[in-house]
């Protein structure tokens, strides 16, 4: 029973194909996060998602389109993927938008452009 | 163990030993602190967090100190295991009253020598 999960946990595609990540959490949250962590393991915020309206949305290409369905689930889709799209992208949830409470994290989709 | 350069801190500790792992952070006005246990492969797992109205909070093993005066954030590992072994990375909440953003420090990663 997984909390936080993401599909698929490889995805390797050639540069200039769209795809998609999944994310579903169990937790009866109303946060959801992406974020994006390069090689040198930094990790980055790029979208947040509150009962499925943006509330953060940092300093990414328009390529990336996050789709909130419903306040459980949270895909990420990527248009046009670059080279430098290549990391691990980790989906989170956390029970509300403020803080004081620990966000939890899925495993991660490690994705590379070949 | 603060970043520098390209490489990712590491600590080496001998099974049994105390660990101390630092995090500066770059936020006066951060108001809440976490601590993120990351293994190879898996997302980050929550460890402890804090509050800025504290200075010192402890778990199971696990300690955490804040001293705001230096916005130095610290985690003790009492009596190290091999299954500490991971990268450790402290995140405070940058959205400002009210909201919830988390910054992540750069990792530092724990090698236990059994």
């Known amino acids: 029973d997984t909390a936080v999960s993401q599909t698929p946990k490889y995805l390797v595609t050639q540069m200039g194909n769209d795809k998609s990540i999944k994310c579903e959490q169990n937790l009866g949250h109303d946060t959801m996060y992406w974020y994006k962590q390069d090689s040198k393991k930094f990790l980055k915020i790029m979208f947040s998602y509150n009962n499925k309206e943006l509330i953060i949305n940092e300093t990414v290409p328009n390529r990336f389109s996050p789709k909130s369905p419903d306040k459980a689930h949270l895909n990420l889709h990527i248009n046009s993927l670059e080279l430098g799209d290549s990391a691990v992208y980790f989906c989170?949830?956390?029970?509300?938008?403020?803080?004081?409470?620990?966000?939890?994290f899925g495993d991660g989709t490690r994705l590379s452009i070949l | 163990g603060e970043s520098v350069g390209l490489h990712l801190p590491t600590l080496s500790v001998q099974e049994g030993d105390n660990s101390i792992i630092n995090c500066a952070y770059s936020?006066?006005?951060?108001?809440?602190f976490i601590w993120y246990k990351q293994e190879s492969g898996k997302g980050p797992q929550f460890i402890i967090d804090i509050r800025s109205n504290m200075d010192k909070r402890q778990g199971q093993r696990v300690t955490v100190l804040l001293n705001k005066t230096v916005k130095h954030l610290s985690l003790q590992i009492a009596a190290t295991q091999p299954g500490d072994s991971a990268v450790y990375f402290c995140?405070?909440?940058?959205?400002?009253?009210?909201?919830?953003?988390?910054?992540f420090g750069k990792g530092t990663k724990l090698s236990v020598i059994p």
């Open positions: 995140a405070e909440n940058t959205g400002g009253a009210g909201s919830y953003q988390l910054t």
């Open positions: 936020n006066s006005a951060s108001d809440y």
């Open positions: 989170a949830s956390s029970p509300r938008t403020g803080g004081g409470q620990p966000q939890h």
